[in-house]
């Protein structure tokens, strides 16, 4: 999905939505905005983290002729060479990571303990928000691999807060939900309700919730949670309690503050970096089962990979489902790509196809698309199905019933392939 650009956008924010796309969606400069941005940046008034996104994403692109203009920023010359490109826009990041821009500009992709090394700058108090921005935008232009996520996870994951670092309470086994953070604009969610129905089938539910760093800007589950007033967990020595009707919520900002310090840099820095991805995959309860969504075709069997190295025994990936939440349409089927561990480590995949008719008395002709959707109505239909099991509204009903079938089918397939290092077939 491309974000529009608006007459509101600064010139470098207008800059990055044409260049930091992706491989096959940037476009070049026109002149005008050339010339505003060389205004911009003459002005002194860009932060540098914005710099650092829109110059990695013009250079991973390929600099035209035009945009070549915009060399008379720097000293001659600068444009034209990563080395001098890096020293620019991150000259007060560390020395390493300094070395970590050259490379990225030249296209070069880093190994995991590289990406680690890189991932512990980006999360850490140092100086180089240059550095940052430049980094991050690279990484999503040119797209990251498996490698890459691998390491920037791991450094994640260091930066976890001690109450959630202890040794898991014993319990049923652990399934973690896990939507993008930036919301939903066409539709009501119906997570909570998901949750509550996987714990029905004797599981502790976790959902990862945080706040909005865009581009969308709908309601987000950390939204809804907070108006449903569900249980959100300070420590993981909570999952020993009951289990709250909606399972437990973690919010990133109780979770891991430097990941969350990055919402307010992606505001600048536009285009979703690595962290739209990577925050849902975060670990700290050792979950049995991990859900997650991916809306465009090319990161289903990406985010399986990233499920398998994070060390989920059991991963289920929606595909085609509504954008912004796990929830199934009801005019087109959902695929569900499931990755079960086995007991020699390796995973073993499949595809499942969930067909709506398959769960409906009848065909659905028409699903529902919302403008602005409301919070306040979201959660009185959340409320009436927990109370009564159903609502006045069929398209919710509907979508509840065959998200969770779905889901159920789904968690069968994994709950009969995963296999423990003691099992054999």
């Not at 070049?28 to 008034?45: F, N, W």
């Not at 309690?241 to 503050?257: I, M, R, T």
Request: include cysteine.
């Amino acid at each position: 999905m491309h974000t529009p650009l608006t007459q509101n956008d600064s010139a470098i924010a207008r800059g990055i939505k044409c260049v930091g796309i992706g491989k096959r969606g940037s476009k070049s400069l026109e002149p005008s905005l050339i010339e505003d941005i060389l205004a911009d940046l003459r002005s002194g008034k860009v932060p540098a983290i914005a710099q650092g996104a829109f110059f990695g994403a013009l250079v991973i692109k390929g600099v035209s002729s035009d945009e070549m203009k915009l060399d008379e920023a720097f000293a001659p010359g600068t444009l034209g060479n990563p080395s001098r490109l890096a020293e620019a826009l991150a000259g007060d990041a560390p020395d390493s990571v300094k070395t970590f821009c050259a490379r990225l500009l030249q296209g070069d992709t880093l190994n995991v303990r590289e990406a680690e090394d890189l991932g512990d700058f980006l999360f850490s108090d140092q100086t180089g928000e240059g550095a940052r921005g430049m980094a991050a935008s690279i990484l999503r232009v040119r797209y990251e691999t498996v490698d890459e996520y691998e390491g920037l996870l791991r450094s994640m994951h260091k930066t976890l807060e001690a109450p959630f670092r202890i040794p898991i309470p014993k319990g049923p086994a652990i399934v973690q939900l896990a939507e993008p953070f930036d919301g939903v604009d066409h539709s009501n969610m119906i997570t909570p309700l998901i949750a509550q129905f996987i714990q029905r089938l004797n599981y502790r539910v976790v959902s990862h919730t945080g706040r909005n760093s865009g581009p969308k800007f709908g309601n987000n589950l950390l939204d809804l949670a907070k108006a449903l007033r569900g249980r959100f967990l300070l420590s993981s020595s909570a999952l020993a309690d009951e289990a709250p009707a909606y399972g437990w919520f973690v919010n990133q900002q109780n979770l891991s503050p430097p990941i969350d310090q990055w919402v307010e840099r992606r505001h600048q820095t536009i285009k979703r970096p690595f962290l739209s991805t990577l925050e849902r995959f975060l670990n700290p309860f050792n979950a049995h089962i991990h859900i997650s969504s991916a809306f465009h075709p090319p990161y289903g069997e990406k985010m399986l990979t990233i499920c398998e190295r994070a060390g989920f025994p059991g991963s289920i990936i929606v595909r085609n489902g509504l954008e912004g939440t796990l929830a199934f349409p009801l005019t087109r089927p959902a695929k569900l790509l499931c990755s079960a561990r086995q007991a020699d480590g390796t995973y073993k995949r499949t595809e499942l196809i969930l067909r709506p008719e398959e769960f409906t008395d009848k065909p659905i002709k028409e699903d529902e698309r919302l403008t602005d959707p409301s919070l306040s109505k979201n959660l009185e239909l959340i409320e009436t199905y927990h109370k009564q099991g159903q609502t006045s509204y069929a398209l919710f009903d509907m979508r509840i019933k065959v998200t969770c079938a779905g889901f159920k089918k789904a968690i069968e397939w994994l709950e009969q392939n995963i296999r423990q290092p003691s099992e054999k077939d």
